[in-house]
Nanobody
């Protein structure tokens, strides 16, 4: 069955880095776009980054632009989110999700399967 499993979360200091992985199974990664999302306590879920399947074009939320980088390795069935220069406001549960569409969007209805999430905490 379709599965997306996030890993790589943890505790980082402000200015530090983490790399999240989204490892998928049950489908061919190269045929799907993948988004990363986050949800902090008491806040709405927000799209962080997105990579389109057909050309690897990417989207970033303004709050992470220049600090986060999304990439994919189809041979390893994995999408990465490299997070640098982390800030306390990046603290959230980060989830990845699959989209069968090739439109550049981070709107939740475009995504049909979601992972369970991994906690990222940025604190001194």
């Amino acid at each position: 069955q379709v599965q997306l499993v996030e890993s790589g979360g943890g505790l980082a200091k402000p200015g530090g880095s983490l790399r999240l992985s989204c490892t998928v199974s049950g489908f061919t990664l190269s045929l799907y776009s993948i988004g990363w999302f986050r949800q902090a306590p008491g806040k709405e879920r927000e799209g962080v980054s997105y990579i389109r399947s057909k050309d690897d074009n990417t989207i970033y939320a303004d709050s992470v632009k220049g600090r986060f980088t999304i990439s994919r390795d189809n041979a390893k069935n994995t999408v990465y989110l490299q997070m640098d220069n982390l800030k306390p406001e990046d603290t959230a549960v980060y989830s990845c999700a699959r989209s069968p569409l090739n439109i550049m969007t981070m709107q939740s209805p475009a995504f049909d399967f979601w992972g369970q999430g991994t906690q990222v905490t940025v604190s001194a």
